[in-house]
Nanobody, 115 residues
Framework: QVQLVESGGGLVQPGGSLRLSCAAS????????MGWHRQTPGKQRELVAA???????NYADSVKGRFTISRDNAKNAVLLQMKSLKPEDTAVYYC?????????WGQGTQVTVSS
């Protein structure tokens, strides 16, 4: 059974940086597509960034040039480095693992960008 645990959220001032981490259990991590999504109250969850097992990445237009997704297959971990944070980045951020019909979500971590 695959489980995901996020960490690294918190309160940061506009223009600041945060790094989110997602630790995964299970043996399929290295071949799964990992993603970070975010959600604010009253809105649909949206994809922020994703990385395939081979390392190809995809970003939402709103975060291109500011966020970087990476993975460490030896540690079963995926990271989201966030820089130049804006108040509109405030959301609950969720880690996701997707492989064939398997779709697993973490519990989410709150990111608040405010002065």
């Amino acid at each position: 059974q695959v489980q995901l645990v996020e960490s690294g959220g918190g309160l940061v001032q506009p223009g600041g940086s945060l790094r989110l981490s997602c630790a995964a259990s299970g043996s399929i991590f290295s071949i799964a597509t990992m993603g970070w999504h975010r959600q604010t109250p009253g809105k649909q969850r949206e994809l922020v960034a994703a990385i395939t097992g081979s390392g190809s990445t995809n970003y939402a237009d709103s975060v291109k040039g500011r966020f970087t997704i990476s993975r460490d297959n030896a540690k079963n971990a995926v990271l989201l480095q966030m820089k130049s944070l804006k108040p509109e980045d405030t959301a609950v951020y969720y880690c996701n693992l997707n492989f064939l019909s398997l779709d697993v979500w973490g519990q989410g971590t709150q990111v608040t960008v405010s002065s």
